[in-house]
């Protein structure tokens, strides 16, 4: 099956420094691929999302890059502020093109 | 629109007990949930996938035979942890797909039970 592998686990940045945070996949065919915001003891929040036919997306300070050959995507998040602090995760649909495939997460600290 | 609700919210219950969770979908339809636990400071790991009025496909490793799911309606997919144990522990969150936005891959997250077993 599918297997997401993110990294780094741990990320801290300088506000308004950039942050990137880099995920790999498996699976040729995955098509979907989303990111998620986590805070401590609530549920994952959607914050950007790709689809395979597009090589970047942006919205604001955060953006996504898609490389299909590489089987790689990444999250960009420019102009950091203390309230991007929180858990990430990087997803892809799976095989069967239901389920999503989460890695492990990167805890990202924004200093002020 | 596209929330999705979780029952309850915390539960505590004694090792050898069984515990229901219910995920709700307030304004659309999910022919499909999804169900993952989350272990602290761990990643969200999928545990089956629900169906509307047929069975659960269950991942690796995750027994169909202590974790029972329904998903008798269009809006509403239930587990039920049976025989709890503290390693059980964890949190559980459900997830659902509007079955109306065809062309749309995004799921819709519900805010996750914390479970604890003594």
Redesign the interface.
Known sequence: GENVEQHPSTLSVQEGDSAVIKCTYSDSAS??F?WYKQEL??????II?I?SNVGEKKDQRIAVTLNKTAKHFSLHITETQPEDSAVY?CAA??Q?G????????TTLSVSS | GAVVSQHPSWVICKSGTSVKIECRSLDFQAT?M?WYRQFPK?????MA?SNEGSKATYEQGVEKDKFLINHASLTLSTLTVTSAHPEDSS?Y?C?A?DSGRTLS???Y????T?LTVT
């Not at chain 1, 003891?41 to 959607?46: D, E, F, I, T």
């Not at chain 1, 239901?98 to 997460?105: D, E, Q, R, S, V």
């Open positions: 098509n979907y989303p003891g609530k549920r994952p929040q959607l999302d689809r995760f649909l799976s069967a239901t389920a999503l495939i989460f890695g492990k997460g | 499909t999804f761990q990643s969200l790991m999928l996938t949190f969150i997830s797909r891959y995004e799921q997250f519900g805010p996750g914390r």
